[in-house]
C-alpha cells in the first residue's frame, strides 16, 4: 500500500508530513527537481588556455525541506514539534527512502539520510508556528516509482540430443533461457537486482542490449540462493559475500527503454532453476 496518499505529501520514518490537514505544511522544497551537482573529470591545459574535457558524473542529491509546524486540536505545536524531532535524526550508515508525491505522478522516493535540522526560535514559535528547514542528503541521486517491477528468467531443459544404446549418450551440455524484457519507464538508468536459484554451474547474466555480461564460477545447488546487486556491485550467497564468485565481464544495468537480459549455465533443471530480476523505474 502507498505509504503517503495526498499530492505534495512526504514521509520519512514512518511519519508523514506536508499535503491537506498535515500539522507540519511545507513552504518549499529545493533540490528534488532538477539535476544534482556534477563530479566532473576536467583538467587544465597546463601552459595553454582552456581545458582539457573530462567525463561528467552526477553527485550525491542535497534536498532541502522548509516546512512549519502548528498545532492540531489539543495538540499544541511544540508538541508536534518534538514529534517530527524525533524522525529527523542523523543516521551513522545507510539511508531511509523518503517518501513523496509531486503531481502528476504517483507515489515516488528518494534513499536519503538527514544532515542538516534547522529551526527558528521566535515570537511566531511562541504562538505556535514554528518555522524549521531539514536538509536530506542522497547518495544515489536518483528518485524512483515506488512500484517494484519484476520479471522473470526460467531455465529451460538442457540442449543436447539422447541416443539410446546399451547406455544412453548425451550430447551438449548447458542450458537455453528465452530473452526476459526489463523495461525501465523512467528517464534515468536503474540498475536491477537479480536473484538466483539453483541448480546451475557456471552461469552467465547478461544484457543482450548493451552487449554487457558477468561470468560467475561455481555450482548453485536446488537450496542455494545467489543473489547479484547491479547497483552496489555486490554478489551474495545464501546471505554471505561472494565476490569471488566473478570471473570476468562486465556490470551492466537498464537504460530509460527496453533491455533483454538473459541467463545460461550448465547442469540445470527446468521448472527449478530460476532467475527473478527487480527493479524500480528511476528519474533523476
Not at 537455453?176 to 557456471?202: C, D, E, H, K, R
Given at each position: 500500500m502507498p505509504?503517503?496518499?495526498?499530492?505534495?505529501?512526504?514521509?520519512?520514518?514512518?511519519?508523514?508530513?506536508?499535503g491537506a490537514g498535515s500539522p507540519y505544511q511545507i513552504l518549499s522544497v529545493e533540490g528534488l527537481e532538477g539535476l544534482p551537482g556534477i563530479r566532473n573529470q576536467d583538467d587544465n591545459r597546463g601552459y595553454a588556455d582552456g581545458m582539457f574535457s573530462g567525463r561528467d558524473f552526477l553527485g550525491g542529491r542535497t534536498i532541502s525541506i522548509t516546512f512549519q509546524t502548528f498545532g492540531a486540536g489539543a495538540t499544541s505545536a511544540q508538541t508536534n514539534f518534538n514529534t517530527i524531532q524525533a524522525k529527523l535524526l542523523p543516521q551513522t550508515s545507510g539511508t531511509t527512502p523518503l517518501y513523496f508525491i509531486l503531481p502528476p505522478s504517483g507515489e515516488q522516493f528518494v534513499n536519503a539520510r538527514v544532515r542538516v535540522l534547522r529551526t527558528s526560535v521566535d515570537p511566531n514559535y511562541t504562538y505556535g508556528m514554528i518555522t524549521s528547514q531539514v536538509e536530506f542528503f542522497c547518495p544515489d541521486p536518483n528518485y524512483?516509482?515506488?512500484?517494484?517491477?519484476?520479471?522473470?528468467?526460467?531455465?529451460?531443459?538442457?540442449?543436447?540430443?539422447?541416443?539410446?544404446?546399451?547406455y544412453n549418450l548425451v550430447y551438449g551440455f548447458g542450458s537455453y533461457t528465452s530473452l526476459t524484457n526489463i523495461v525501465n519507464s523512467g528517464w534515468a538508468t536503474t540498475y536491477p537486482t537479480i536473484t538466483i536459484t539453483g541448480p546451475i554451474t557456471n552461469p552467465t547474466l547478461g544484457n543482450v542490449t548493451t552487449g554487457e555480461y558477468l561470468n560467475l564460477s561455481g555450482t548453485i545447488t536446488n537450496t542455494d540462493t545467489l543473489v547479484i546487486n547491479l547497483q552496489n556491485r555486490l554478489i551474495t550467497l545464501n546471505g554471505v559475500s561472494a565476490r569471488n564468485l566473478l570471473s570476468t565481464g562486465t556490470w551492466f544495468d537498464a537504460p530509460p527503454g527496453t533491455s533483454q537480459y538473459y541467463l545460461t549455465g550448465s547442469t540445470t533443471t527446468a521448472g527449478v532453476t530460476t532467475a527473478t530480476v527487480t527493479w524500480y523505474n528511476a528519474f533523476i
Amino acid at each position: 500500500m502507498p505509504v503517503v496518499t495526498n499530492d505534495y505529501q512526504f514521509s520519512f520514518a514512518g511519519l508523514s508530513f506536508g499535503g491537506a490537514g498535515s500539522p507540519y505544511q511545507i513552504l518549499s522544497v529545493e533540490g528534488l527537481e532538477g539535476l544534482p551537482g556534477i563530479r566532473n573529470q576536467d583538467d587544465n591545459r597546463g601552459y595553454a588556455d582552456g581545458m582539457f574535457s573530462g567525463r561528467d558524473f552526477l553527485g550525491g542529491r542535497t534536498i532541502s525541506i522548509t516546512f512549519q509546524t502548528f498545532g492540531a486540536g489539543a495538540t499544541s505545536a511544540q508538541t508536534n514539534f518534538n514529534t517530527i524531532q524525533a524522525k529527523l535524526l542523523p543516521q551513522t550508515s545507510g539511508t531511509t527512502p523518503l517518501y513523496f508525491i509531486l503531481p502528476p505522478s504517483g507515489e515516488q522516493f528518494v534513499n536519503a539520510r538527514v544532515r542538516v535540522l534547522r529551526t527558528s526560535v521566535d515570537p511566531n514559535y511562541t504562538y505556535g508556528m514554528i518555522t524549521s528547514q531539514v536538509e536530506f542528503f542522497c547518495p544515489d541521486p536518483n528518485y524512483y516509482n515506488s512500484t517494484l517491477q519484476t520479471a522473470s528468467l526460467t531455465v529451460s531443459a538442457a540442449p543436447g540430443r539422447t541416443y539410446n544404446r546399451t547406455y544412453n549418450l548425451v550430447y551438449g551440455f548447458g542450458s537455453y533461457t528465452s530473452l526476459t524484457n526489463i523495461v525501465n519507464s523512467g528517464w534515468a538508468t536503474t540498475y536491477p537486482t537479480i536473484t538466483i536459484t539453483g541448480p546451475i554451474t557456471n552461469p552467465t547474466l547478461g544484457n543482450v542490449t548493451t552487449g554487457e555480461y558477468l561470468n560467475l564460477s561455481g555450482t548453485i545447488t536446488n537450496t542455494d540462493t545467489l543473489v547479484i546487486n547491479l547497483q552496489n556491485r555486490l554478489i551474495t550467497l545464501n546471505g554471505v559475500s561472494a565476490r569471488n564468485l566473478l570471473s570476468t565481464g562486465t556490470w551492466f544495468d537498464a537504460p530509460p527503454g527496453t533491455s533483454q537480459y538473459y541467463l545460461t549455465g550448465s547442469t540445470t533443471t527446468a521448472g527449478v532453476t530460476t532467475a527473478t530480476v527487480t527493479w524500480y523505474n528511476a528519474f533523476i
